[in-house]
DNA sequence: ACATACTACTTGTATATACAAGTATGCACA
DNA sequence: TGTGCATACTTGTATATACAAGTAGTATGT
């Protein structure tokens, strides 16, 4: 049985993701969210407050508790699926996938994945967008040994990264960010100009037993930021 | 005057800072820091527990509160000083001192240093270069409660960054990173057009207690790759 | 000798209550 | 027409209390 004020904060997790509450609404006083779940104040206050130190509630005294409507961010620091991300924020989620095929690996591509030189490996390039605007290019490609069935996946459902943390969870990944100025087919797909900054990351993500894929992301420099929060105390 | 369980978090950071509770100690018990500062349990607990969310404490049910390791951690994302990093690459590291003087905080800035609007604080920009090349300008903001030397400080021997590690030891860091065109005046500085994209940084550092700096870094892109390696054993 | 139960401590969850402090709105008064 | 005040909300701080749950050590019974 998960504590009262856990279970408050999924329920108005769930308000914001289902739309019930979107980016700036604001949230029931604490005094109601209590009435609402038989709790004391105390409790409700609670579960309000882990939201806003996790950044999804924002609150002013006197004023009120709103959804806080913060430019697309996510974590260096983890590795999560877009799609969740997006629809944390109480945003609307879709994709489009503009390729799903096999490929032959060159030198360099076999040297990412760890594969031979001429073997097949997976690929595809998905755009996902948040309410209707392109935020991610993400160009990917899978080593069949620990994703056998990627090609057979509905992308649409769930997202690459979701599915490849199932058949082969992460372990390690390692990545790199760099600036630079999109190629002409991956500004049409993020519906941007030749001539604005894009963040690309390159990623190549591991599994306890080796290289899963390589993927390269490409975020328009206008509608997206990566973010991160740094503890450096030791957590043991 | 602050909340009393501010000033509860104060005592202990003394405590830890001046060696009266080492790493690894164990803490007053909830109960007993109610005592020693004469409040009710609930308040002496909620100073415990900001503290373990920052990190500085650790707990365990049945079993007490303890000081964390400080060991600065995380091969992930380093804060290094720019001029270790360049000099472990073998290249030649140079810096140039544009601006060293302070400023009056105006109402954003007063809130990302947690200072009053109005008040002083020091002011300083800096360019980088590897090899001749300009690859950092970094503009910083910092709050002179900790760091009251600031500007008699020579940084062309040592790195702001350094500096402000030995005065006020980092504990937290908020950061995000966004694809951007310069400011002309950037542009310049780094010896690049305004149409080439850069790698801007915006990080926040704590210490223990408060907010130490803010500083602003552009990276020209094609000069600088941000890296980092993840590894998700120990942790959740 | 060994397992069990008990005890004394710790942190974790939850309540009911009180008042302080900040914000917005409408109403009375000059 | 305003200006200020009262009011009705909100969140912020603080207390006293109760019991649950986890840990470690001690005493007890077989």
Redesign the pocket.
Known sequence: ML????QIKLALLDAIEDGTMGPGDQ?P????LALQH??????A??A??ELVEEGILM???????FVSDHRPMSSMLEIRSIRDEVIQRGHRYASSILHLDSVIANEALARWLDVGIGDVVFHSIIVHSENGQPIQYEERWVNPRWAPDYLQQDFSQQTANHYLNLVAPLTQADHSVEAMLPEAHIAQALQITAADPCLKISRRTYSARGVVSHAVLYHPGNRYRLGGHLNFQAKT
Chains 1, 2 share one sequence.
């Open positions: 504590p009262r004020y856990t949230v006083s604490e005094n109601q038989q709790v004391s104040r105390m409790t206050r609670r309000v407050t609150r002013t005294q006197g004023l009120g508790t």
